[in-house]
């Protein structure tokens, strides 16, 4: 029985990565040749390194080869074990390299989603500075930006990306595979401080739940993982309440419009009218559930007006936040959703009135000679802390306001 | 070889390159040399055409009338940059005269020259003193050539030649327009490729000059930036370059979302820290990077209301759009790295000026317009923890760019080095640089995507940083969490013992040398 696996890319223009070829054998000892661009400066170490994963795998015979364009640590020890894994799926390894300091830091159901970068869950290199760009999520992808022969191997580097790359304030999101696939993915990828599990193509709330119940077998009931159906065909759109609802772990239900335009015998316009329904359905099930509804990606990143446009229509339409493809989008995205002058003024006002009432014991909020509703005051708060993430008021602002 | 000494910045330097003695480096402004400026040989117009046609019939019969010899030593200039085909075909022709052991003096080599492999290899050619990267970098750092290298800025290529250092015996000077009295510019003619001021130096202090074209024009040839009675002859060829080729990797603006963030970063820093202000000055030249800060700088500068007294180049489209759209008084520019900026300096010369080293760079100069400049943005290969930058080598220790005017502009009020934190895996920021070419007391700020640190030297910028949107971070943070996430610090590459290359510092002393790469 052969038992040979690989992981990772070769060529002459990868960068950041690497590409590993292990053979296991019964005798022999360890065969490691490495062949890195780096190696005048990294050679020893790369070694080394893979020797350690070898030996945490309990390999004792094996031929081992790496052609390295520059993968960091993380990327190396990842493509080391997909590749002894994908010779021999029963190996499996003790520890881990020890986490970045910070990495456990926790998410909130409430938190903006206003910009959700997609990163490809096989490329390192763009996800080895993606915490810079300062998105309010970031999404290590294992569906449609991985092809299916490095599903596997992606796994493990989306693993150790989760536990080695400072993902600065972003929150922490995996989009797994659709159906038994990304159950599998969810093996891998827990727990490792995954903040929220995008579940793409979904169609029914059962779908929903037999992802819950698998983080539940993980990591317990009060698991904290939180969940984004993603809502892409006709059927789901139809149950999209449902799915909402299918859990208390969903917090948000994000819209995909290429499955659905085939889905329903039609074609993605520019305009976007044959998509109109789903997204007004998509933004009144997500409310109607208390989640927050999320608009598809703008995928053409040279057309930065169309972005801007795109994001002041799903504003509009009732979306909180859109998907990016590009760093460069994302302070387009936060400044199209940022709230006007006139809109932080007003909301300001309210939250003042609101706290004033607050201090005097009145259940009742007023400004001037008008009645406050509370959820006009819930969302005037709203807009004051986005307000504030967006730079357009200081954090501080209460006690300026009181000064003044 | 000499023996090796410890110069003042702990680099050990050679005291002898190619039988000359040579001054190890003292300390930045420590070192002054006395006496008077080299000069040129005493000539007669009566040995000239009084008719002023100096043109003769081919390149080599230019060389035999000016006198070949063995040793000597060759300058040609980098104007075209990777388009330069006369010093190709100089040393070519000398070859076929049999010339043997010369010095080639280039005030910069390009992937272009890689041909003059076969000269070093043939013993045409003894040594190079000017920058060498690609094959000749290679060849030159594994030890292959016989003579010591010698790298210099472009000021250093100046004061080298006024204090005698670097004696040119043979200029050859490619000029897109001239007259048959050896009148020159670059400015115009189907192949204008700019300014020919890094051939100044070269037409006042060779012993012979010849300008070589491919548009020989009646007299009087305007503006003469080369002048003609310092020219001994003139030749017309089919082609001396190709201007297309000045336009390189590196004058195009980043399109990678890091290096955007580093330029994006740097331009919120010099607004914020008060640097730009009306009539304040900067330099950006070419540099994915550095081009990128200038484009998004102009935004502040437009949001701001601020407009810039003058801008140094070498000159862009970027840079040009900037003077005509009002963001500037004046481009200062002592190289075109694109045919707008050519069109520029021709066309809007009142406004677009025509600089040299002279006026910029040279440390023999009563002051330079360098140190006028309220900020500059530069790249590097290599920083330290002490701020101290390599720009010639890289961490495998073999040489890779030459100096350029690198050197030269860190005098600026503020010299902000603009560098990813790491490349592929190699971390930029090192306990020590390879080899060190710019001493960190001379380097404000190094910034990356990771943020901007300041040297603590420059309290009055910490202060001025205080409410900076950026980050700014110690060099200390930035390094660790890179040598964490990189798994560095990296193995120091083991080196030979034999000195390669000296690297000159602008006075002319020996800021350190370069070793054979054993990889190589």
């Not at chain 1, 359905?281 to 989640?291: E, I, L, P």
Request: proline share 5%; charged share 25%.
């Amino acid at each position: 029985m052969t038992r040979q696996g690989q992981a990772g890319r070769q060529g002459a223009d990868v960068r950041s990565d690497c590409h590993v070829a292990c053979e296991l054998r019964d005798q022999g000892g360890i065969d490691l040749a490495v062949e890195s661009k780096v190696a005048t400066m990294f050679g020893k170490k790369i070694r080394e390194q893979v020797h350690g994963v070898l030996a945490e795998m309990k390999v004792e015979h094996a031929t081992v080869r790496v052609q390295d364009g520059g993968a960091l640590p993380f990327t190396l020890d990842a493509r080391v074990e997909a590749a002894v894994r994908a010779a021999d799926p029963s190996l499996t390894r003790g520890t881990l390299p020890d986490p970045i300091p910070g990495w456990d830091g926790k998410t909130r159901r409430d938190r903006f989603r206003r910009s959700r970068l997609y990163l490809p869950g096989n490329e390192p290199k763009f996800m080895i500075n993606a915490g810079l760009y300062g998105a309010d999520a970031l999404i290590l992808d294992l569906e449609d930006s991985v092809a299916p022969m490095h599903k596997f191997a992606a796994r493990y580097l989306v693993r150790n990306a989760l536990r080695a790359l400072d993902f600065g304030g972003a929150e922490r999101m995996v989009r797994i595979n659709q159906g038994s696939l990304g159950l599998e993915d969810l093996d891998v990828i827990l727990p490792h401080n995954v903040h929220l599990v995008l579940i793409p193509k979904v169609e029914s709330a059962d779908h929903v739940r037999e992802v819950d119940e698998r983080v539940v077998r993980h990591l317990g009931k009060d698991h904290g993982v939180l969940l984004m159906p993603i809502i892409e065909s006709a059927k789901g759109g139809w149950f999209a309440y449902d799915i909402a609802m299918a859990a208390p772990s969903v917090i948000a239900l994000a819209i995909g419009l290429e499955d659905y335009t085939a889905d329903i015998g039609t074609q993605r316009t520019k305009e976007g009218k044959e998509s109109l329904w789903l997204r007004q359905q998509v933004v009144n099930a997500a409310r109607a559930a208390g989640v927050q509804p999320i608009d598809t990606v703008f995928s053409d990143v040279a057309d930065a007006e169309g972005l801007r446009a795109s994001v002041i229509e799903a504003k509009e339409l009732g979306f909180d936040g859109k998907g990016c493809i590009h760093p460069r989008q994302i302070p387009i995205i936060h400044e199209a959703f940022a709230p006007t002058g006139q809109e932080i003024d007003k909301a300001v006002k309210i939250v003042c009135a609101f706290d004033k009432a607050q201090e005097q014991g009145l259940a009742a909020v007023s400004l001037g000679s008008k009645m406050i509703d509370p959820p006009v005051v819930k969302r005037a708060l709203h807009t004051v802390q986005l307000a504030v993430a967006c730079h357009l008021l200081p954090a501080d602002w209460k006690s300026q306001e009181v000064s003044s | 070889m000499s023996a090796l000494v410890e110069n003042a910045a702990g680099r050990l330097v050679p005291t002898e390159i190619n039988g000359r003695p040579a001054v190890p480096f003292q300390g930045v402004d420590k070192y002054r040399p006395t006496g008077r400026k080299a000069g040129p040989p005493i000539r007669s117009c009566a040995d000239y055409p009084a008719d002023g046609n100096k043109v003769v019939g081919s390149l080599r019969e230019a060389l035999e009338k000016c006198g070949v010899k063995d040793g000597m030593t060759v300058g040609t200039h980098h104007h075209f940059r990777n388009g330069d085909f006369v010093a190709n075909a100089v040393i070519d022709t000398l070859a076929d005269m049999g010339v043997r052991d010369m010095v080639w003096a280039p005030s910069a080599s390009f992937p272009c020259h890689a041909p003059m492999v076969r000269h070093l290899d043939s013993g045409v050619m003894h040594h190079i003193e000017g920058s060498m990267n690609g094959p000749l970098g290679e060849y030159c750092s594994a030890g292959k050539m016989r003579g010591l290298g010698v790298l210099r800025s472009h000021g250093g290529r100046f004061q080298a030649i006024q204090d005698g250092e670097l004696h040119i015996d043979l200029a050859v000077i490619a000029a897109p327009s001239a007259d048959p009295f050896g009148n020159a510019n670059g400015v115009s003619g189907a192949n204008a490729c700019g300014p020919l001021g890094f051939a100044l130096a070269d037409s006042l202090y060779a012993d012979h000059v010849i300008v070589v074209t491919d548009n020989l024009v009646p007299f009087p040839c305007v503006p003469w930036q080369i002048q003609g009675q310092n020219v001994d002859f003139v030749v017309v060829q089919d082609r001396i370059g190709d201007p297309n080729q000045i336009v390189s990797g590196t004058t195009q603006v980043t399109r990678s979302p890091d290096r955007q963030l580093i330029a994006d970063q740097i331009a919120r820093f010099v607004a914020e820290t008060g640097i730009m202000r009306d009539g304040f000055s900067f330099q950006a030249g070419a540099g994915g990077i550095t081009l990128a800060f200038a484009l998004y700088l102009k935004e502040l500068m437009r949001k701001a209301g601020v407009k810039a007294r003058f801008i140094r180049g070498g000159s862009t489209k970027y840079l040009v759009d900037m003077l005509q759209e009002g963001f500037t008084d004046y481009i200062l520019d002592g190289q075109t790295f694109d045919l707008d900026g050519v069109r520029s300096m021709r066309e809007d010369p009142k406004r677009h000026l025509d600089t040299s080293p002279f006026t910029s760079y040279n440390f023999h100069g009563k002051g330079n317009f360098a140190s006028l400049l309220d900020c500059v943005v530069l790249g590097a290969t290599e920083v330290d923890r002490a701020f101290n930058a390599n720009v010639v080598t890289h961490s495998d220790g073999a040489l890779l760019h030459g100096i350029g005017g690198w050197q030269n502009c860190l005098t600026s009020k503020c010299t902000i080095l603009a560098v990813p934190s790491f490349r592929d895996r190699i971390p930029v920021i090192l306990d020590r640089v390879t080899t060190l070419c710019g001493p960190g007391e001379l380097i404000d700020v190094v910034a990356t995507e990771r943020g901007i640190a300041i040297n603590p030297r420059r309290q009055d910028l910490l202060e001025a940083a205080k409410n900076c949107t950026v980050p700014i971070r110690t060099i200390d943070e930035i390094a660790d969490e890179v040598n964490r996430l990189t798994g560095g610090p990296p193995e120091t590459p083991v080196l030979g013992d034999k000195v390669v290359a000296a690297i000159k510092w602008v006075d002319g002393t020996v800021i350190d040398s370069v070793r054979q790469s054993r990889g190589l």
